[in-house]
Nanobody
Framework: QVQLVESGGGLVQAGGSLRLSCAAS????????MGWFRQAPGKEREFVAA????????RYADSVKGRFTISRDNAKNSVYLEMNSLKPGDTAVYYC???????????????WGQGTQVTVPS
């Protein structure tokens, strides 16, 4: 079992920045690829970013590429999502995920956090 707890969400004006954090506990954190997904009201959950176990490989959704950065600190059992130049379209609940395979697909990830709300007013 892996428990994931997100933090850092909030209300930010367009063009602003937020840094989401996800603290993991349970099994060995470095065994897992980590991802961030988001879900806006009335929409399906969508991929945002993923990082492999040693930070050697990352992938981003086209909609966030160049604005968001995913990183991890295995010594602190944590993964982060630095979000810059935020837009109203980034408004969603953001979920941290852990899985044994690096993937862009939500079904691949076994463990999920409870989510943290990010709101960018238009």
């Amino acid at each position: 079992q892996v428990q994931l707890v997100e933090s850092g969400g909030g209300l930010v004006q367009a063009g602003g920045s937020l840094r989401l954090s996800c603290a993991a506990s349970g099994r060995t954190f470095s065994d897992y690829a980590m991802g961030w997904f988001r879900q806006a009201p009335g929409k399906e959950r969508e991929f945002v970013a993923a990082i492999n176990w040693d930070s050697g490989y990352t992938r981003y959704a086209d909609s966030v590429k160049g604005r968001f950065t995913i990183s991890r600190d295995n010594a602190k059992n944590s993964v982060y999502l630095e979000m810059n130049s935020l837009k109203p379209g980034d408004t969603a609940v953001y979920y941290c995920t852990a899985g044994q395979l690096f993937s862009l697909r939500a079904l691949t990830y076994k463990y999920w956090g409870q989510g943290t709300q990010v709101t960018v007013p238009s």
